[in-house]
């Protein structure tokens, strides 16, 4: 229960980033060059904490970060969803972004919690079919807002798939927060080149 409270709990404040950046994007508010200018301050925070408590953003550490990356790379999921978020916004038009965004922002915080449930259950094919569909299924609802129902099906999928394959850099897992965003927008490119549009 205490996993499930710490997830909630971190998946609260990941939805809240993502929908600061999807409203803040969509009406104007914020662009490329603010988000850049997160993920270097972001950074630069992570290197002193490492070093030294910074007494607000600590505490804030304290609550949300993931142990495993406490001390290695403070603030490591929030950089990442920044970082992803901005590719997002770079590469694909603005609807297709915005879209993106939003698996990464409602799929994402979903899913995990999903499957910590049924992982408690100790029942782990229900935990990957039930994960995958729902949050398949939050991020469809998401992306629906900006772009049809068949490439929102398609951008809910190739997020969702995103999420349950690893893939390594030098040896360290490259960050669903950063994936997520690529993989949905691509997916989308991608069958629309397939269907020659």
């Known amino acids: 229960m205490k996993r499930m409270a710490f997830e909630i709990r971190r998946k609260a404040l990941h939805l809240m980033l993502g929908l600061i950046i999807i409203l803040g994007f ?3 508010i914020l662009d490329s060059l603010m988000l850049f200018a997160v993920i270097l301050c972001g950074v630069i925070i992570s290197i002193i904490e490492r ?5 607000f953003i600590s505490k804030m550490l304290d ?3 993931r142990p495993e990356f406490r001390k290695k790379f403070p603030g490591k999921g929030t950089i990442f969803f920044v970082f992803g978020a901005l590719l997002a ?7 297709l972004a915005l879209a993106s965004i939003a698996v990464l922002t409602f799929s994402d915080s979903v899913t995990p919690i999903i499957g910590i449930y049924y992982n408690e259950k100790k029942n782990r094919e ?5 994960a995958s569909v729902f949050g398949m299924l939050v991020g469809f609802l998401a992306a629906r807002i900006f772009i049809n129902p068949l490439y929102a099906f398609v951008a809910a999928a190739g997020g969702t798939a995103a999420e349950f394959f690893e893939f390594e850099v030098n040896k360290s897992n490259v960050d669903d927060n950063f994936l997520v965003p690529l993989a949905a927008g691509t997916a989308v490119l991608l069958f629309k080149s397939l269907l020659g549009i």
């Open 63 to 65: 609550i949300f970060e």
């Open 126 to 130: 229900k935990k990957f079919v039930f």
């Open 51 to 55: 070093e030294k408590r910074i007494f």
């Open 26 to 28: 969509y009406y104007g």
């Open 89 to 95: 916004i770079q590469i694909f038009e603005r609807n």
